[in-house]
């Protein structure tokens, strides 16, 4: 399994922007083969954060998305942001 998380820095003016036409992209990943899950939502602390979360079942999933996502071309300057691709050998109930 894949996990991609972290988050991005905009202008706070742009980050409800970025969420919005970033709707249609999440709707149609998270129909797509092999994606576990998928969010990109306004943080509700920062007004300049993104959070960005995806999970999927493997590379090739996640390698056939990125051919086909049609993402969005924008012209918002990212500030920042940290993100990361983790690959998960194992997982457990949470409680």
């Known amino acids: 399994m894949l996990v991609i998380a ?9 980050r ?4 919005a036409q970033h709707l249609d992209l ?8 092999g994606c576990l ?6 943080d509700p602390v920062n007004d300049a954060r993104v959070n960005t979360f995806e999970r999927w ?4 999933a996640l ?9 969005p071309q924008l012209d918002i300057e990212f500030l920042g942001g940290d993100m990361a691709k983790y690959h998960i ?4 109930p949470v409680f």
């Open 6 to 14: 972290g988050y991005l820095l905009l202008a706070p003016t742009e």
């Open 57 to 60: 079942e493997n590379e090739e």
């Open 89 to 92: 050998d194992k997982t457990g």
């Open 26 to 33: 999440v709707a149609r990943a998270r129909l797509a083969p």
């Open 37 to 42: 899950d998928l969010a990109i939502s306004s």
């Open 16 to 19: 409800d922007r970025f969420v």
């Open 63 to 71: 390698a056939a998305w990125r051919k086909i996502a049609n993402s």
